[in-house]
């Protein structure tokens, strides 16, 4: 294995989508040749094309997944929701990001509790994917794919 300093490589032959232009890895990389693991991606480049970018591979009773270099934010995320999915974990509003944050709990009852908190300065809108449930505050209920507005530097909680 070498590494190598750089300032930007595409990848190919990638396992997930990235947004045009976002699917590279950049300040540097290994030239990693797996033996056992799943090449994710490799380098689109012509004298490292051959050595894998990510990989993939079982690792005891779990996996293990290897960047060789430092992705694009969008590889990145493209990368963990790939894993997640595989996984099995519930992607509880995974496409929600900075500034609006999101919990869930289960209250004494034993009903699932969703926190939506919007850290900004505008008011966002948000669809909520799950089952039914009222908005503590207001009271009103949102069924899945119904749409809610959060105010700015607010909150709004759910019970399923």
């Known amino acids: 294995m070498a590494l190598i300093l750089m300032e930007r490589v595409d990848l190919k032959d990638c396992r997930f989508e990235t947004a045009p232009g976002e699917n590279y890895m950049k300040a540097w990389m290994e030239l990693v040749t797996p033996v056992t693991a799943e090449v994710w991606a490799s380098y689109d480049h012509p004298h490292w094309g051959d050595y894998a970018a990510i990989t993939h591979n079982k690792y005891g009773k779990g996996t293990a997944t290897y960047f060789a270099g430092y992705p ?25 990001s900075f500034p609006v944050i999101v919990r869930k709990g289960t209250n004494e009852k034993g009903k699932t509790i969703r926190y939506y908190f919007n850290y900004s300065a505008s008011p966002v809108t948000i669809q909520y994917n799950h089952k039914k449930a009222k908005e503590l505050f207001s009271g009103k209920t949102v069924g899945n794919g119904d749409s809610f507005t959060i105010n700015v530097w607010d909150l709004a909680i759910f019970e399923e």
């Open 72 to 96: 694009s934010m969008e590889v990145m995320k493209q990368m963990l929701n790939k894993v997640v999915e595989i996984s099995g974990i519930e992607k509880d509003d995974s496409e929600l």
